[in-house]
Structure formats: C-alpha cells, structure tokens
C-alpha cells in the first residue's frame, strides 16, 4: 500500500498558521493571499480523507453494516427512515467548506504557475463534488464558491455537474502529463507536501521519482473518473461512457498495492488520532459512545459467517462473553446483548485515513469490463479485486481459498449474474471503508438485498436522497425551490433510475 512521509507536526503547524486566513479567503476569494497552495494543499487532503472517512456512519446501518447496542438509545432517523433536513446537513457544510479550499488551490496555482496543485485541486474538487451530487442530486456548482460575492448560487442539474467533472479530471490529467509540470516543479520536494503517493520520492532518481510519482496522479484522476462514469450504467448512457473511457486499460487506474492513503503522521496523542479511529474513541483506548452504541448488524455477521468469510474478524471483534459473532437486527428497539463490536483491527490509532482503495478501484475495473465500458479480463479484475480487499485488512493468504469456494455468490465461474456478483463482493469488502460506495451501488443496482429495519415506526423503505439542509433552504430559498420538490423515497438523483 502507498504510504505518507509528511510528519504530523509538520501538518498540525500548517493548520495553526493558516486555518484561520483559509476560512477568511473562502469568504472573500478576492481578497489578498493569505497562504499558498503548498501550505493548503496537505490541509485540504487531509479535510477531504476525514470527511470521507467519517460522515456516513447512518449509511451503514441503511447498507446493512451496523446496528445499535443493547441498552442505548435508537437514531429515530436512521432507525425508522423518517429523515429530516438535518440528517447528514453537517456533510454538506464540510464538502463545500473543503472545496472552498480546494477552489482556492487552484486559483492559487493557476496564477502562480504550479501547475502540479493545480492538477491536484481539480482532482480533489471533483471527489469532493461527487459526494454531494451523489446524496443531494443537484446542487450549486457553477456559481458555487463565491463567498460574498454570490450568497444565493443557483443549483446545477447533477447530470451536467458529473459530465463537467469528468472534463475537469481530464484536464488534470494534461496537466500531469505535461512536460512542463515537472520541469517547473521540483516534483521531488513538493510531493511530500501533498499527502498523497509520496512514498514514490527516491533522492536518487529524482526524475524517475517524478514521474512516477505524476503517473499515480494520473492514475486516480482515470478511477475517479471510471467511478463517475460506471455510476451512470442504469441510465442508458452506455456510448458516452464508452467514448470517455475509450482506449483506457487496467493499467491507466489504481491497481493492486496503489491506495491512495493519507497519513499525515497520526499518534495516540491527543488531538492526533487517525480521523476513523477518534470518531469512536474520545483519546487513545478511552472509547466513546459512538464505539459503545455501534455494533454489527445480524445480517453482516450471518453473511460473513455464512460465506466463511475470514475479513469478518477485521470488520468485527467478537464480545468476549459470546461463543460466536452476533449482531442485532437494524430496527430491534432492544438490541442483542453481547453483539460484536466495530472490529479492532480496523480502527488503528495511527494508522493512514482513506482516499480511495485499490480494492475499490479494482471492483470498478471488474464492472466496467463486464459492461463492455473498457477491454479487460472482468474475471481477472474480479479476483484482483477480492485480493485487495483480503491484502487491505492483513489476510491476503487467504483470498484464493476464499475464492474457490463452490459459492455462486464467490466463485466466478459459478455466477450466473457476474454484476450481482461483482456488486455483492465489493459490498464485503468495503465495509466501513467507502459507505456512500456500497450506499450508492445499493440505490443503483439493488444488490445486495439487504434487509430493511424492523423498528415497528419505520416506514418501510430507504431513502434515495437526502433534503437539503434548512440552512439552504432558510438562506437560498428561491433556488432551492426552482430545484424542485425532493421527496427522499422518489426524487432519486439522476444516476439511480
């Protein structure tokens, strides 16, 4: 896996000199530079692995996941469905929040000549933006980040955003590819302010390291953009997709032992707790609520253990007192008394936050050859996918066993739906990992067919979008009326038909 170099001392120093004026300059993006594109950037990556990392906790419940505890309360919510405005409306905040520095990166870059920040803010503003298409449908877009000088932007249709983002990983993509980037930056010195593949630096060949380094760019900037685009595979658009991805090869995207991690040097010190980790526990092995009140879900565990499925030990940690994994059933209003735990080995103090997975990666790569959408093996990927997953939660000698289950819902050559299968097997492994992922290939596709809450008040269906925050709705009245009605249950965003 792609590890980080960048100390966290050298980050918590960049978000105490320039926090502030990064908030003052999304105010106002006329104003005077208050940081630089080198100082913002490692910042806004990491704000962007957070978010990610840590927003869709009530999705995993919906995606089948996760339960409530024995003995605490219910998310009346989550539990029943019965959502409102403020479900999820901080997500919306921190997404625009960090575009707003992402925005300011690029501006930044563009006007100074660092055309490497510039790639990479475009590619971060296109991961941030999919986020909110994705739960909100349209949304403002093209006249978006304007700070005082737009309060009221209009909202965009999420078709038009998702077909200008992919325009804009494209550019990105020149831009890495561009002589000029590494010519006009010291590649070398620069990547270890960025987060991201920074492992690639080798004193010794530093121009090897550089472009080695841009190709990995170059290669999350392609998966994002398959993401976008097999995304849209239930809306017959099959031709678009064909042409935008034309002539791209398993080896243009993230593969086996590329994550695209951050780790900015994460301790047990306080305050410096990996963001995934410190969402559970209140400092190091002090454990919080959210810890306390989460467990596995009845139907995780039982599909794990009836899958023999040996990651269940990653996902989940069995309670001391059981004699096997239980989990409750989403919706009991009591819960199942000694429910596995949100498994240990997956909440690791210092360990890297999530950008995206090779596993992910590899499961997109499996689909789109399935489809047609680019020419490759589907079968191959499909198990270079499952071999991620089992290399990312440490079990990687066990994946071809797994694989030659004779299970239809395992083995490939035994699947009569290789979509479901693919779909199905990404669910198992991106648990906790990327939900909106697993929330949105649910509302795509239907698979897998997990069960809906039995909580007596529950109405019966999930949501497929959320409202918009009654922020938007007190402050930018008018626009979000012209964007229509939103029923949770029907208004669906554009992808999901």
Known sequence: MRRIVLSFAVLTTLLVSCKKDLLDINQ????ATYSTPQLTTPIAIENAARISNTSYFGLAFWTGYWATSNGFAKPVETYTYNITS???SGTWDALYNNLADFDYIEKQATAQSFPLYQGIAKVMKAYDYHQLV??????????????ANNLAPKYDKGQMIYDDLVKQLDSAILIFKMPATAGSINVPLEQEKTLLFTDILDVNDPEASSAAYLQ?????ANTLKLKLLVQQSQINRDAYIKEELQGLTPADFLGLGEDALVNPGYSTAAAQLNPYYGAFYKSYQSSGDNYNSTVASDYAVTTYSNYNDPRIAYFYTQDPGATT?????FGDPTGTAKAATVGAPSLNATGPAIIMTATESLFLQAEAAQRGYISADASQLYRDAVLASFQFTGMESDAE????????????????DKIKLIITQKWFALNGIDILAVYNDLRRTGYPNVPLSTDPNSLGKMPVRLFYPQRETLLNTANVSAAGNVDVFTSTVFWDK
């Open 325 to 329: 994994y239980l989990g409750s059933v």
């Open 86 to 88: 403020t479900f999820n």
């Open 216 to 220: 990995m760019w170059v290669k999350f």
């Open 28 to 31: 106002d993006p006329n104003r």
């Open 401 to 416: 066993a797994y694989l030659d289950q004779a299970n239809p819902d395992i083995n490939w050559d035994m699947a009569t």
């Open 134 to 147: 994705d739960l909100w449908g349209d949304v403002p877009y093209t006249e978006a980040l304007q700070g």
